[in-house]
């Protein structure tokens, strides 16, 4: 369940969830929202890694959308995919998945 304030819809085939309130901070921080975010899975080329946690296991998911490179991170929880933060990408980002 979704605690109050959360957003939780279909994508394709993939089930997306996040804070409304984490959307829009990152909005107004790097110009796009988690909505818009979800279009990074439609990438073919799209990269995804474990990222460095200490508890629950995230990932790093790295591909572009209009062009432009951009980083999620992500939590795969009870079948649905969990945005956590998402922003432009870094240039050890883009040249792994360039790579």
Do not use: C
């Not at 605690?3 to 409304?20: A, H, K, N, Q």
């Not at 309130?21 to 073919?44: M, R, T």
């Amino acid at each position: 369940m979704l605690t109050i304030g959360g957003l939780r819809y279909d994508f394709y085939t993939m089930s997306f969830e996040y804070v409304l309130k984490k959307s829009a901070i990152d909005l107004e921080k790097h110009g796009i929202d988690f909505d818009v975010a979800q279009n990074l899975w439609v990438d073919p080329d799209l990269l995804e890694i474990p990222a460095k946690t200490i508890d629950e296991p995230r990932y790093l998911v790295i591909g572009k959308i209009g062009g432009k490179h951009w980083s999620a991170v992500v939590i795969y929880r009870e079948g649905s995919l969990r945005l956590i933060l998402f922003r432009r990408s870094r240039q050890e980002e883009i040249e792994l998945y360039e790579s």
